[in-house]
Every structure is written in C-alpha cells, then in structure tokens.
C-alpha cells in the first residue's frame, strides 16, 4: 500500500482507502457480517482511511466503523459527513444549531470524542457563498469535537470556491474515467492550497470494473436502480450520471487498451492514481474479495503514460459531450 498525505492535516491516508456507504445502506441488503469482515480485511491490507456519511443507513454505516475501532488497535481515520439529514435539504438548513445536532450524532454514532475530518456532504452551490457555515466548521474545530473539515461537492466549481476558505482541508469529487472534468481546474488549484483530494465513485458504481450486463438486475432498493435519472439525489452519483448502455459500450472500449495482465479495476484505479493532485480513492466495497482485488490493483501507483493518453483520448471522444458541463 502507498500512502500520501492529506492537505496539512499530518495524516497519510491510503492512496486506496475506504467508501462505506454501500455497506449502510441503498445498494440492496445490506449483511453486516460480511460487511464487518470487509472492514477488517481492509485493515488488514493496509487500508487507514475511511469515508462515510450520517446518513449512509442513518447511521449504520458509521456505527460498523464504531464496531471496527473496538475490535481492532491498528490506528485508522474516519472522514464523515453532515448536512443531508435536513428535509428539505436547502442551503438555509446549513445553521449553526442543526451543524452542531448533525456533528454530535455523528460523535455518539461514532463513539469518538472527535471527528477526525468532517465534510459538508455536497450542499446546495449557494452554501459556498456563506462564510458562517465555515465559521461553524472553525467553530467546532475550536470546541474539540472536529479536528479538520472539508467539502464534499457535485459540481467543479463548488471546489473552488470552497478552496477559498484557509481551514478546508480536503475535497471530495466524482472523479473517474468517465469523470474527468475535476483534474483541468480543480486539481491544479488544490495542489496550490495543499488541500487533498479524495477521489469518490472510482469504479463508477462497479460499472468500470466490466461486471455488469445490459441484463444486470439491481434490487429495488438499490440506488442503480431507481436513482439512474435523479429521482432521489443527484443523478451524477449513479453510474457517474453517464447513460448504462453507453457506459457498457466505453467498457468494451476499456477491454481493448488493456495491457496483457491488467484487470479492468486495476485500470481504473490506477488512472485516478495518476493524478498527483488526488490523494487517495475511495472504493465502495461490500466484500472481502472486493477490497482485496481494489487494493491490489490500486496501490500499483500511475499506468503508463500512453495508457493515460488514450483514456483521457477516449473521453474527449465518447464520454465529454454527454457529462463535461454538466458537473
Ligand atoms: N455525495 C457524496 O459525498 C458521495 C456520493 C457517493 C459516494 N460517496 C463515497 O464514495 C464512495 C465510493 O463511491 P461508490 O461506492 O458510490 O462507487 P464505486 O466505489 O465506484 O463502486 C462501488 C461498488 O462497486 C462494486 N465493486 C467494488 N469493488 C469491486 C470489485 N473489485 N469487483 C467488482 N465489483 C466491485 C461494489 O458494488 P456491488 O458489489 O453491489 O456491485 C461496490 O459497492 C462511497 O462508498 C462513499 O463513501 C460520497
């Protein structure tokens, strides 16, 4: 496993590490068994750095991360995330007491006495503009019970804005091979600020890993299957807002450049991985198999610069028109 550090926070994170929303819930059934043995494997492999959310199972994801700290002494962080529990979620919901209610639950849900990194979990674009919900971030920093923040955003510019504020630590962004909007703007300008950027839907909901079919069934309460044009949340966070049929297509595309000995996953690993200004990926994994294939296969480091050329080739050419402007 490499490592790397994250903005000025003094921690190094797994350039592999952990996304824990699938095993809390909206992927189908969740099996906290198999999920509690992926969670350790992932330890086992060196992983020491994981991503989740408040609302990830209402909390269950969270409270399995509370399970791995007392079964386990290796030292790992925990990046959450709050702000999606208001109904509605609007920028107006982002005040001091509701940031405050969401951080403590986070805290019990936990069982820490401090967030190791909270991020605002993708807030409408008009919070980036009210410097008092980062005052509130600065706040809680202050009063213990946060040690960093960041953002995560939709939208590039969202980054950006949010790079504006001296205390944000890190970034979370939709970066994958058919996400690449992120790396002409926003990297260059985080690397600037020492920030870190945490790239999230790396395998684009497993799609990039070749497994999935025209005839792929997902169960009900799978998000792959009811949130494919945005019913629920942002459209951009299934299959990356990029259309099934054509991502199955550019997946056959990806079969072709693939060298002899390299596995779809490791190719899209390891194309985030060649981004200098990304510090770690954040695969979901339910699995132990899984997170052993990502962790293999990710911590390689970058692919070979020509191999790079042809995807960042492929996406201006089949992928850009359909997703460029629209995050
Ligand atoms: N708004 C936000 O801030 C936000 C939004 C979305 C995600 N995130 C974070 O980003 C993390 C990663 O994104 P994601 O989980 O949505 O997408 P992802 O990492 O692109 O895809 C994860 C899914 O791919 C499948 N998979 C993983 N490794 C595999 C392998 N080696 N072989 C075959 N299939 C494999 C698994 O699903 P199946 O086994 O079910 O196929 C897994 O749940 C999340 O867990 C979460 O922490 C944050």
């Not at 962004?173 to 703007?185: H, K």
């Not at 990356?240 to 079969?255: C, I, M, N, Q």
């Not at 899984?290 to 990710?298: C, H, K, L, M, S």
Request: proline share 6%; glycine share 8%.
């Amino acid at each position: 496993m490499q490592y790397k550090a994250l903005g000025r926070t003094g921690y190094e994170v797994s350039t592999i590490s952990f996304g824990a929303w699938a095993i809390g819930g909206t992927w189908g059934d969740v099996n906290d068994a198999e999920s509690m043995q992926t969670l350790h494997k992932a330890l086992d492999l060196g992983v020491n750095f994981f991503d989740t959310a408040d609302v990830y199972g209402d909390g269950h994801s969270e409270r399995l991360l509370a399970r791995l700290r007392k079964e386990r002494k290796d030292p790992f962080w925990v990046a959450t995330k709050v702000g999606r529990r208001s109904s509605p979620h609007t920028a107006q919901s982002y005040t001091r007491e509701n940031l405050t209610a969401y951080v403590e639950r986070c805290l019990r849900n936990l069982d820490t006495p401090a967030l190791d990194l909270l991020q605002l979990h993708c807030p409408p674009t008009d919070v980036f503009y009210m410097p008092e919900v980062f005052g509130v971030c600065d706040d809680l920093v202050k009063a213990g019970k946060v040690r960093f923040y960041g953002v995560s955003i939709e939208r590039a510019e969202e980054g950006l804005k949010a790079l504006e504020y001296p205390q944000v630590q890190s970034v979370q962004v939709v970066f994958n091979v058919l996400r690449q909007r992120p790396a002409e703007l926003l990297f260059p300008r985080a690397v600037e600020r020492q920030v870190g950027i945490l790239a999230r839907l790396p395998l684009s909901s497993g799609m990039l890993t070749g497994k999935l079919t025209r005839t792929t069934q997902f169960a009900a309460d799978d998000h792959r299957s009811f949130n494919r044009e945005g019913a629920a949340f942002d459209k951009g966070e299934t299959f990356s807002g990029f259309d099934y049929e054509k991502s199955l297509a550019v997946v056959e595309t990806l079969r072709m450049l693939l060298p002899p000995g390299m596995t779809l996953p490791e190719l899209a690993l390891r194309f985030i991985a060649s981004f200098p200004a990304v510090t770690c990926s954040i695969p979901g994994a339910r699995r132990t198999d899984q997170i052993e294939q990502n962790v293999f296969a990710g911590s390689k480091g970058p692919l070979p610069e020509d191999l790079v050329r042809a995807l960042r080739d492929m996406y201006e050419r089949d992928v850009k028109p359909s997703v460029h402007q629209r995050w």
